[in-house]
Every structure is written in C-alpha cells, then in structure tokens.
C-alpha cells in the first residue's frame, strides 16, 4: 500500500507540472494572439453586383446582422484572426460560411471571440436560410418568399420586413420579432422566450415553446383570427376585448399557441 501511495503522489506530481507548463506555454502564445485581438481588423469586405435570388448562411462562430442596403455587401470583423469567412455566388445563389483555421481552443474568459458579419440586400429574395451556432442573429426591413432561421445557443431578432413564409428554430435563446409583415409563420424554441411584438393580424400562426414565455402583441384588432391554446405549466393570460371568446369573425387564420413550461400573454 505505502508503495502504491509512492507511486501515486509521484504520477500526480508530475502531471501538475506538465499542466503548469502548459499553461504557462498557452499564457505565452495567448499574450502574443492579444497584441492582435486588441484591436478589430475586417477580414472581409465584398460588393456583389449579380443577380441574387437566394442566400444561404451557416455559420459557428460569427455574429451576423442582416439588413437592407444599396447593394448586395458583405462586411466581416472581428478580433480572432482564426476565424475565416467565406462568401461565394453561384447560380443566383449567396453562400456565406466560416470556419476557424488549425485547432481553436479558447482560454479567455467567457469565450469572448468576437467576429461580426454585417450582409446589406437590397431586393426582395425567394429564399433566405441562417444558421446559427452560438453568434446572435438580427434582420431587418428584409423582404422574401421564405425564410428559415435556426440558432443553436444565441438570440434571434426579426425586425420589420414582409415575408410569405417565415420558420425560426432555437435551441437556446430568445426569439423575438417585431413590426413583420407574414402571411404565414412559425416559431420554436426549446429554452427561452418568444416574444412577438407589434404583431400583424391575421396570420397563419404556429408557436411551440418548451421553456419559456410566449408574448404576443398585437399592432391591430385581428379581424379575422381564431386562437387554439395549449399551456401545461404556466398562466395564459389574454387582454384584449376582441379575443376574449378566442374567436373574431369567421376564424379564417388559425393562431395556435403551445407552451409547456411558462407563460401566455396576449395583448
């Protein structure tokens, strides 16, 4: 047993010192990387002039923000000089994606890499898909036929813009929209709030949360709107005069809400 106890202490010593010069090693790389991330440099910046009917984003690691614009442009900065984006159009198609180059192992406090890709559009779409891994993803006054957004671990935000079709995913993170015009939507998400701000009236509406607030509010009286509400653990609350018997008009478009765990707030 004393042997046993020997040899123990020895291999637990020795690991302690090759973990210190690790450390140690990394510490010194990480000071040299610093003199670099201190200050934010774009590594990429393009103007498109062809014809784009669709754009395709996946993306690990980069915040993206998506807004209306002259021209087709894209614009990345970031702190990480390992993070790299590429941007390609090919058949009317926009494909935007980034990787990082060698291993990337983070040891800065908080994971705070920073990388920023900013897209301009300035005519309307037929199809619009981002996905998201831990960047947080806005869009503004965009127009398309359809649009798919997905995130995994980050916030999502729609502002203004018309879409006939607009399918947002998230795993864990807010899901906010606000002032949109639809036809048709539908929101998911496993944990973290829906919130549906200035919402248009009459629309085909599918929301499903598992953990986590749902809050609608209205920009106008639905005119034409029936409400199907599930909620397994929470409050459902509806204040409005026109939506008390869940039902207005002929209850054309169907607004189904579904929560399992959290609130219901309507306005």
Same mark, same amino acid.
């Given at each position: 047993?004393?042997?046993?106890?020997? !040899?123990?202490?020895?291999?637990?010593?020795?690991? !302690?010192?090759?973990?210190?010069? #690790?450390?140690?090693?990394?510490?010194?790389?990480?000071?040299?990387?610093?003199?670099? /991330?201190?200050?934010?440099?774009?590594?990429?910046? @393009?103007?498109? @002039?062809? &014809?784009?009917?669709?754009?395709?984003? /996946?993306?690990?690691?980069?915040?993206?923000?998506?807004?209306?614009?002259?021209?087709? !442009?894209?614009?990345?900065?970031?702190?990480?000089?390992?993070?790299?984006?590429?941007?390609?159009?090919?058949?009317?198609?926009?494909?935007?994606?980034?990787?990082?180059?060698?291993? =990337?192992?983070?040891?800065?406090?908080?994971?705070?890499?920073?990388?920023?890709?900013?897209?301009?559009?300035?005519?309307?779409?037929?199809?619009?898909?981002?996905?998201?891994?831990? #960047?947080?993803?806005?869009?503004?006054?965009?127009?398309?036929?359809?649009?798919?957004?997905?995130?995994?671990?980050?916030?999502?935000?729609?502002?203004?813009? /018309?879409? =006939?079709?607009?399918?947002?995913?998230?795993?864990?993170?807010?899901?906010?929209?606000?002032?949109?015009?639809? @036809?048709?939507?539908?929101?998911?998400?496993?944990? #973290?709030?829906?919130?549906?701000?200035?919402?248009?009236?009459?629309?085909?509406?599918?929301?499903?949360?598992?953990?986590?607030?749902?809050?609608?509010?209205?920009?106008?009286?639905?005119? /034409?709107?029936?409400?199907?509400? =599930?909620? &397994?653990?929470?409050?459902?609350?509806?204040?409005?005069?026109?939506?008390? =018997?869940?039902?207005?008009?002929?209850?054309?478009?169907?607004?189904?809400?579904?929560?399992?765990?959290?609130?219901?707030?309507?306005?």
């Amino acid at each position: 047993m004393k042997k046993f106890l020997i !040899t123990l202490f020895i291999v637990g010593f020795a690991m !302690t010192v090759i973990c210190g010069i #690790g450390i140690y090693a990394q510490g010194e790389k990480l000071s040299k990387d610093n003199q670099y /991330n201190e200050k934010v440099t774009t590594n990429l910046s @393009k103007i498109y @002039k062809q &014809d784009i009917k669709s754009i395709d984003i /996946n993306v690990e690691e980069s915040d993206v923000t998506i807004k209306k614009g002259s021209h087709f !442009t894209i614009k990345s900065r970031g702190d990480d000089k390992n993070i790299k984006v590429d941007s390609t159009v090919k058949n009317k198609t926009w494909t935007i994606k980034d990787h990082t180059k060698g291993s =990337h192992i983070n040891f800065r406090p908080q994971n705070n890499d920073e990388n920023h890709i900013t897209i301009t559009v300035p005519t309307q779409l037929d199809s619009l898909r981002v996905k998201t891994d831990v #960047g947080d993803l806005k869009v503004s006054d965009i127009k398309a036929q359809s649009a798919e957004y997905k995130a995994d671990s980050s916030d999502i935000l729609v502002k203004s813009g /018309n879409y =006939h079709h607009l399918t947002t995913c998230n795993d864990s993170g807010d899901i906010e929209t606000e002032d949109v015009g639809l @036809k048709k939507v539908n929101l998911y998400n496993d944990s #973290g709030d829906i919130i549906m701000k200035d919402m248009h009236p009459d629309v085909l509406t599918q929301v499903k949360n598992d953990s986590g607030d749902i809050d609608l509010n209205y920009k106008h009286d639905p005119k /034409n709107s029936r409400f199907e509400i =599930h909620n &397994d653990s929470g409050d459902t609350n509806i204040d409005n005069q026109f939506l008390k =018997h869940k039902k207005v008009g002929k209850g054309k478009n169907l607004m189904q809400l579904n929560n399992d765990s959290g609130d219901i707030d309507i306005k």
